[in-house]
């Protein structure tokens, strides 16, 4: 609480992420909330992405301590716990969604699409899971 209210400290907020139109309750959730556009969707070589994995069964995630700033969130549904999105021919097998739920044409959706800001208010953001085969 005093890390606050010292001088210099950034302020922060808060997030919820609200996961609709789940296919099953099978696996995980696995969600990557960035800020680096170079590291959407994948968070692999982002030291600052939070990832969280969650039972399928979840469909809220809160996430705490945010800096003000633009962010992005992808989200998988791992129905067979692997750890990674199943491909087809590079069509995904799994479901997939992402903040903002930008239209998906060929391949995931750049940052700027599924970009949003947050500030003093806390703030939520509601992704609809995709299924493609």
Known sequence: MLVGLLPGAAPTTTLDVSIDNVRSDRGELRLCLTADPKNFPGCIDDAHAVTRSVPATLHKV???GLPYGSYAVAVIHDANGNNRLDT???IPREGFGFSRNPIIRFGAP???A???NIGEA???QEILMRYLL
């Open 62 to 64: 809160h996430f705490d």
């Open 88 to 90: 087809l021919l590079g």
């Open 110 to 112: 750049r940052f700027a």
């Open 114 to 116: 599924a970009r949003f």
């Open 122 to 124: 806390p703030d939520s």
